[in-house]
């Protein structure tokens, strides 16, 4: 079986894999009872390999780590939320095509000295610049 490419994460290791990484880390919520959940799984896997050089992807089962759970405010699964500099950035709850992931991916990544192009996702929310708060995009 291949070596996964996604950060398994904790309670424990939390804070030193996502909230103080020196990259953005995208992290997958989830539960070993969700179906869409499994059914995503490997294309998760297959993002870890994509972007391995520019985000952390990382996954985090939300019945065995329940202080980040709720600390994060997980109500349901799957959710994907872009971390950056130790804040959310964008936000995204249910399952997703691997097209709209990426695009979740691609438009959270800033490079100086280029315009990004804004891509609009179904279901996906952005943290505003100004105030911190989750806006539906």
């Known amino acids: 079986m291949a070596r996964s490419s996604c950060i398994r994460l904790t309670d424990k290791n939390f804070k030193e894999e996502v ?8 992290v997958d919520f989830w539960g070993s009872w969700c179906p869409p959940c499994k059914m995503i799984e490997p294309v998760i896997e297959e993002l870890a390999e994509q ?3 520019v985000i952390g992807i990382g996954k985090l089962n939300i019945d065995q ?3 980040v759970r709720s600390k994060f ?3 349901a699964v799957p959710t994907f939320i872009i971390f950056k500099n130790g804040k959310v950035v964008k936000r995204a709850i249910g399952a997703h095509s691997r097209k709209q992931l990426t695009q979740m991916i691609e438009s959270s990544l800033s490079f100086p000295g280029r315009k ?3 891509v609009a996702i179904a279901g996906v929310q ?4 100004s105030s911190d ?3 539906e995009v």
């Not at 909230?19 to 995208?26: A, E, N, R, W």
């Not at 952005?126 to 610049?129: A, D, I, W």
Request: hydrophobic share 40%.
């Open 116 to 118: 990004q192009k804004v």
């Open 126 to 129: 952005e943290v505003s610049k």
């Open 19 to 26: 909230l103080d990484s020196g990259k953005p880390v995208f």
């Open 51 to 53: 972007f391995c050089d």
């Open 65 to 67: 780590n329940p202080a």
């Open 133 to 135: 708060v989750l806006e």
């Open 73 to 75: 405010a997980i109500s």
